[in-house]
């Protein structure tokens, strides 16, 4: 099932339980990170969100609720973020532009994406296939942008080539909050960026010189 999932909330004032959410994702984020999903009470996020126990259960009904809000609004605010990409234009510039905006919103919302692939496997099974679905969902933004430069005629490439391609610049852009402990010691994030670019690129145009010389050998 892939469908949003209902938090029921006893609270009927939309704006208090959207405010009262916020407070508890803010502090179940860094309580996750800390000491994980399972070590981590609901009277702890009740006080790192600055209100009572009693006051959590009116806006949630279990600790699992919370985890699932915070692995949706993790992804609906990258979605929301990678929507600024110029995913129409088709050239390489604009690929490679696109990778460092993923790229800096990775690192921007580093300490968010490391909890959500640290307790994503919390989630219950209603739960998680939606939650995977939104991130199929954004990989397929990378691949609108691949197929526009096929399409321009700045890339040949085939269709399970254009999907690869898309989930590998996703999961590198995730990867710098995965190794940031052995990554910052070495690079700032403007390096990495560039460094993964560079060898991105490096493998696309080697790619491409593979199939072109296959072309000219299967016309010699």
Not at 108 to 114: A, F, G, K, S
Not at 150 to 155: A, I, S, Y
């Amino acid at each position: 099932m892939n469908k949003k999932r209902t938090v029921h909330a006893s609270v009927k004032d939309e704006r208090l339980v959207n405010m009262r959410r916020d407070q508890m994702i803010r502090g179940a984020v860094s309580l996750f990170k800390e000491k994980g999903f399972h070590r981590t009470t609901t009277r702890e996020i009740a006080q790192a969100a600055g209100f009572s126990i009693g006051t959590l259960y009116e806006y949630i009904r279990s600790k699992e609720d919370i985890l699932y809000l915070v692995c949706d609004r993790i992804y609906d605010q990258v979605r929301a973020r990678l929507e600024g990409m110029d995913v129409e234009k088709g050239t390489l510039k604009s690929l490679k532009l696109g990778i460092a905006y993923y790229f800096n919103i990775m690192n921007e919302m580093q300490d968010e994406v490391l909890v959500m692939y640290q307790e994503a496997k919390s989630l219950s099974k209603d739960a998680l296939p939606y939650v995977l679905k939104k991130e199929v969902e954004m990989v397929g933004m990378f691949e609108t942008i691949i197929l526009k430069c096929v399409e321009n005629g700045e890339l040949v490439m085939e269709e399970k080539q254009i999907d690869l391609l898309a989930h590998n610049i996703f999961v590198q852009g995730q990867m710098w909050g995965f190794r940031r402990w052995a990554l910052k010691n070495k690079y700032t994030i403007d390096e990495y960026i560039q460094l993964q670019i560079d060898l991105l690129f490096s493998g696309i145009e080697g790619f491409q010189s593979q199939l072109k010389e296959g072309e000219l050998y299967e016309h010699s």
